[in-house]
């Protein structure tokens, strides 16, 4: 367990929301979803200790972005810190919600991922609203929303992509649901892509 973490879990629980990191195996998971040869502009929400930073890091391109969004003033230190010396990497103690304002300070206009390990199941939800259709005015064409939560309930709330993918990981304590939010269908896996329906015999004759 992190110590920073659980002081942190004990002085804001429900905006901390967790006492143990996301396991190497679920970090990997997740962010085996993302093509790192496109990923030009990642956005992370809820960088916490800083697991997923430091895979991204390690794996983005040179002339990649990296933001990291964590409110917690304590953790967004931390995550500083270990990031002093990459200026790939970004790190504001700021609201997830105001991330397009700090593409924008950059001159950027869409990212290509956002990644979030955000409690949203207890966020009120005019700001849950309000985070998701930011995320999908702030992404790329092709660009995803990957989520990893104990719940699936975010797919729910997230109709205004064009597909989805869950998956229940259940190598981490606790186990995971990772939702990857499409905005275009081209980027699902080819396998889950709706097949083009076959034309009938009659449609077929008059072509
Ligand atoms: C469940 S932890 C995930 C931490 C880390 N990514 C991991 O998986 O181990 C959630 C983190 O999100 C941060 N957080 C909660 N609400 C946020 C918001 N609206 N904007 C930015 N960060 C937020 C919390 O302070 C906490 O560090």
Redesign the pocket.
Known sequence: MSSI?FR?FLA?PL????V???SKS??RRVLGKVDFQRAKVVV??????????RELAERLAPDARLLV????AH?AEHLREQFRDDDRVLVYE????TFRDELRELGILEADYVIS???FSY?EPK?KKE?LHAVHEGLKPDGQFIV?QVTPELKGHTRMFAAHEVEYFLANIPPMFIVACHKSENTLQPKRRKKPRKPSRREAAHT
């Open positions: 973490i942190r804001d905006k901390i929301a967790y143990v990191p996301s679920l970090v992370e929400f809820g960088g916490g200790e800083g697991c997923y930073t969004f964590e409110l917690d953790l700021k609201d997830a919600a390990g955000i409690p966020l700001k985070i990893y």
